[in-house]
């Protein structure tokens, strides 16, 4: 890639955004994180991301609010919902509301790339 | 759809209905989208993205319906996390095969949604039956312990509780202090809290930082107190196996990791176990256990994939020390091969952990699998360094024939530790799965963890067993034959290799499967053997007794099928067609993964073992009651006439009916998508032109002039349209009736302006040629009175992406004449590979996942013959001539494959 990929990773693992956050860079992307929604949020608002990974667990907000405000304002934008609690029901929905994709923890790093890859790809190209 | 209402019931009726239908066809063709070049182009793009997001989306989908059906097969245990997860994960990748389609189609098939809903709704519910345990008894003993007690003990104790309580074995006395239990402590005082704090911005690269933070922790878990009440339980526990014993009770402390995928075997033994503890110190060494779960290579390992530290519990096994006088371990098979007739028994005196650590010199034997269990091979004294230990050949068979109960009851090859006291009585200590090849075990491309994860038991056993060079299970094959166990000696091995997609045994006449006409001939009861699983050869498997392909992986579709209908299969197995002939009798062995000839009773016997591990646990229920709704496949054949949303029972039809309508809309984006006439260019050949071009993307060279109206082959970068237009222009066009001289154009021309050719001409008159071209792409629709043909190819970069099609319809001959020709053709195709399916005079033909080399090939013989089967239909009187010409288009094509390809 020309210009290194940029991901915003919001989680409030700290452990395992920063840690996700290292190997990304070591892969050539450009990743900041964010521990809370208003903080992504003010993040995203500043223009940077390119493609967001949004946990739906979050401490000051329902990631669910936040992803439909992502959604509200920056449409374009693609956004990958991450969590450790598998429901079919918040999948659909976060699915429903705009999300990307919809990523289970545990995961590996190559599921995520490849997911993070596609997402942006595919906001790149026209949609009917 | 018309209705009735929709006929006015006049006298003249049927003159308006035949108005109406005709305007209403001349309508539906006046509105079709007519699309400048530019829309054009991304109306192609968003199509194509849509498409290869589908495509994903059915791997995924597909893998992880594999999945869940090897856990209920494969011996181990799992959580209704695991479920719940795969179940989530599964139906998010359908909605998205559902959402694309629906784009690809241009808002058709939104009528999934129905079935899509309906399914979900019903799984929501079953896997709503069972919400975790969350709060339980901080103590269970090991009397309460078995399989369905994971979610409180961790698997290694849940197995041993098994192993215990259902098979009746002798396993240590003790208790388990539960997960309850270890959240109880972490949680107190604010304990986890500091522990994230210490954990909040860890640089993993830096390895001693690591070390110091993680010893720190430790520490601090190490120095914490207990709860009075946990303390308490713990110690009265203690003293309740105290009593029963003599001496100063001594006690091992195992640690058993829940929420990890522990099948994981590059994680196992990872944490902390303390043998030989006193009371005074089971207190310390319990805290010392749960802060083991902070060791380096544990947060690493946790971190790199999204773990959640709450959600991992420690469970502890606290467990009466065996007095062991000889101990070791025992593997119910060889490591590197599934199907040794044989067990493997390493032994050392004293505990088992000198031959768990590797750090005391062992003995090894190979002992039969078979009663009596003879030893088979015993390392002689010069090998050793120490004198030989007393294991007598009764122990050594005792060992045995617990290795095999031990491995029936699970399912799976075992790895077990054992020990037997001084008073000679033999105690299982552990009992898990033996280590899984590479492949199947969770993976890890960190460079991390590469070298901060220590390698584990089970590898460098295996290899050391190698390296001390055994002889191979041919050698002692007879002997274990004798007892009527495995393989006689030398049978002839066909093939070996591929991978299991469905275990067991098969046997029967061996039928290679290469058209759609092969598979009407498929006779009940023999061997499938193909190159690709295409979903299709699905229908056979109710009459197939085993299945052998050259391609394909575990997670397709036809691999699940097999594993519903409990036929044996290996995919991946090079070579299957060229080494195997038809009819001959063999014998499949998917599990061992090979192929003999003839027919092997001993294997045959070997009943493949239903594990029953997790039968009757809440959670095995809950999974085999989802799979209700996932797995089984009722569409099978996309020309049924069920073959629709509403035929869509389970989410594996979802994909199915997504998939093959995913690939019939992006074959027909050109029939589908008009286009604004300056966009074509047309060919400049040495002929009256009839073929346009419109470049859908990069399919023009950039040195071509937009605004020309005109373009050659040499401005053409289209890969797929070049190979087309070499078969088409190969051969002059050399059947009846008669031409002059003129080239291939003329040809064309001719056959479009003679009336006596084509009774349909008239409206042919205005029709042209289209090839809607990028670089990868190509979709060609010709179109001559009543013929129709296309063609599309795409060579992308992923050979899941790649395929080529060809559909044909019409004719202008009677009926019989058209069938000979559509056979001709399907007799052809399927001889290049192509998969065929025809009714009545329509055809349509495939090839998918096949590298861009080989599919240009096969676009020159769709080229050859869109040109030279274009009138044969009049002169197509009988099969004779039709074997004629079968014979004569043949030749051509292999002259036309020598020419372009030297080396075919």
Not at chain 2, 113 to 129: C, H, N, S, W
Not at chain 2, 466 to 475: H, T, V, W
Not at chain 2, 653 to 679: I, N, P, Q, S
């Amino acid at each position: 890639m020309d210009q290194p990929l940029k991901i915003l990773l919001i989680d409030d693992e700290i452990d395992f955004v920063e840690t996700t956050a290292k190997r990304l860079i070591r892969r050539g992307y450009s990743a900041k994180t964010a521990l809370t929604c208003a903080e992504g949020l003010e993040t995203i608002a500043s223009g940077w991301p390119e493609v967001v990974v949004l946990d739906v667990m979050l401490p000051d907000r329902d990631g669910m609010d936040c992803l439909r405000e992502i959604k509200e304002k920056w449409p374009t934008l693609p956004v990958i919902l991450l969590t450790g609690h598998a429901s079919m029901e918040a999948g659909l929905h976060g699915l429903e509301s705009g999300a990307s994709d919809y990523c289970l923890k545990p995961i590996d790093l190559e599921t995520l790339v490849e997911m993070i890859a596609i997402a942006h790809r595919e906001s790149r190209l026209p949609g009917i | 759809m018309l209705k009735g209402n929709d006929f006015p019931e006049q006298p003249n009726a049927g003159d308006q209905n035949m108005t109406f239908f005709l305007d209403r066809l001349t309508s539906l063709f006046r509105t079709k989208p007519r699309l400048k070049p530019a829309e054009l182009q991304a109306a192609f793009r968003a199509h194509y993205k849509d498409f290869r997001a589908l495509l994903t989306a059915n791997n995924n989908a597909l893998e992880l319906m594999a999945e869940m059906e090897q856990a209920l097969t494969a011996g181990r245990s799992f959580g209704m996390a695991f479920v719940r997860g795969n179940c989530t994960a599964l139906s998010v990748n359908i909605y998205k095969m559902i959402h694309h389609l629906t784009r690809l189609a241009d808002g058709r098939y939104t009528e999934l949604d129905q079935p899509f809903r309906a399914i979900t709704k019903q799984l929501e519910q079953v896997i709503a039956l069972r919400s975790p345990s969350a709060e339980g008894a901080l103590i269970l003993t090991m009397a309460e312990v078995d399989a369905s007690a994971v979610d409180q003990v961790g698997e290694k104790m849940a197995n041993l509780g098994e192993v215990r309580n259902r098979l009746g074995l002798r396993t240590p006395d003790g208790f388990v202090i539960t997960a309850t239990a270890s959240r109880h402590f972490v949680e107190a005082d604010a304990l986890q809290v500091e522990i994230n704090r210490r954990l909040k911005g860890l640089d993993l690269d830096n390895l001693e930082e690591l070390y110091t933070v993680s010893a720190g922790i430790q520490n601090l878990i190490s120095n914490a107190p207990l709860s009075p009440e946990l303390e308490e339980a713990i110690l009265a526990h203690h003293q309740q196996l105290a009593t029963d014993s003599e001496d100063e009770l001594l006690v091992a402390l195992r640690s058993s990791a829940l929420g990890e995928d522990s099948s994981n075997v590059s994680f196992a033994g990872q944490y902390r176990t303390q043998l030989n503890v006193s009371r005074e110190f089971v207190v310390q060494t319990y805290r010392e256990i749960v802060a083991s779960k902070y060791k380096s290579q544990a947060i690493v390992y946790r971190q790199q994939r999204g773990y959640r530290n709450l959600d991992v519990h420690m469970c502890v096994g606290c467990l009466r020390m065996v007095d062991g006088a000889i101990s070791g371990v025992l593997y119910s098979r060889a490591p590197d091969d599934p199907r040794s007739p044989y067990v493997i028994i390493q032994a050392a005196p004293g505990l088992a952990a000198t031959v768990v650590d590797g750090s005391g010199a062992t003995e090894q034997f190979r002992v039969s699998r078979t009663p009596p269990h003879p030893i088979l091979h015993r390392q002689s004294a010069e090998e050793l360094s120490h004198s030989p230990l007393a294991l007598t050949e009764l122990q050594a068979a005792e060992l045995a024939a617990t290795g095999v109960r031990l491995e029936e009851h699970f399912g799976t090859p075992q790895d077990i530790e054992w020990s037997i006291d001084r008073c000679g009585l033999l105690y299982i200590l552990q009992s898990r799965p033996l280590g899984r090849p590479a492949s199947e075990g969770g993976q890890d491309n960190s460079s991390i963890s590469s070298h901060t994860v220590p390698q584990i038991r089970v590898s460098i056993v295996g290899r050391s067993v190698r390296q001390r060079g055994l002889p191979a299970m041919q050698q002692v094959c007879g002997q274990a034959d004798d007892k009527g166990d495995a393989v006689p000696c030398d049978p002839l091995t066909l093939l070996s290799g591929g991978v299991c997609a469905s275990q067991g045994v098969g046997c029967g006449p061996v039928f290679m499967v290469r058209s759609n006409l092969d598979l009407l001939r498929f006779p009940k009861g023999a061997v499938l053997v193909i190159e690709t699983p295409y979903p299709d050869w699905a229908s056979l498997l109710n009459r197939a007794v085993a299945v052998v392909s050259e391609t394909g992986q575990p997670a397709a579709h036809l691999a699940t099928v097999a594993r519903e209908f409990g036929v044996p299969a290996i995919f991946g197995m090079k070579q299957a067609l060229a080494t195997l002939e038809n009819n001959s009798l063999v014998t499949v062995d998917a599990t061992g993964g090979k192929v003999y000839a003839g027919r092997i009773e001993s294997l045959l016997a070997l009943a493949p073992p239903k594990p029953n591990l997790m039968a009757g646990s809440p959670v095995y229920k809950v999974l085999t009651q989802a799979l209700a709704h996932i797995t089984p496949l009722n569409l099978t054949d996309p020309a049924s006439p069920f073959f629709r949303p509403d035929g869509c029972k389970t989410l594996h039809d979802l994909t199915r009916f997504c998939h093959e309508k995913a690939v019939v809309e992006m074959f027909t984006f050109g029939e589908r998508y008009g286009f604004d006439d300056k966009a074509a260019k047309q060919l400049v050949v040495d002929a009256p032109s009839q073929w346009w071009v419109i470049d859908l993307d990069d399919g023009f060279t950039p040195d071509f002039d937009p605004e020309s109206r005109y373009i050659d082959l040499n401005h053409i970068t289209s890969a797929p349209m070049q190979a087309i237009w070499q078969g088409m222009t190969a051969f002059p066009w050399a059947g009846p009736p008669p031409v002059s001289l003129g080239g291939f154009g003329s040809i064309i021309f001719q056959s479009t302006r003679n009336p006596n050719l084509d009774p349909a001409v008239r409206s042919a008159m205005a029709a042209k040629n289209y090839f809607l071209i990028s670089k990868n792409f190509c979709n060609l629709s010709v179109r001559l009175g009543y013929h129709f043909a296309l063609v599309e190819a795409n060579l992308g970069k992923y050979l899941t992406e790649n395929y080529v099609s060809f559909q044909f319809k019409g004719g202008a001959a009677d009926q019989d004449r058209r069938l000979l020709r559509i056979q001709l053709i399907s007799e052809i195709l399927s001889e290049f590979g192509f998969r065929v399916e025809q009714k009545v005079d329509a055809m349509t033909a495939r090839i998918e996942k096949k590298p861009g080399t080989y599919l240009l090939e096969r676009l020159k013989v769709l080229g050859y013959l869109l040109i030279h089967t274009r009138q044969i239909d009049m002169i197509m009187a009988d099969q004779d001539m039709a074997a004629s010409y079968h014979q004569k288009i043949m030749a051509d094509l292999r002259t036309l494959m020598d020419k372009t390809t030297p080396e075919a």
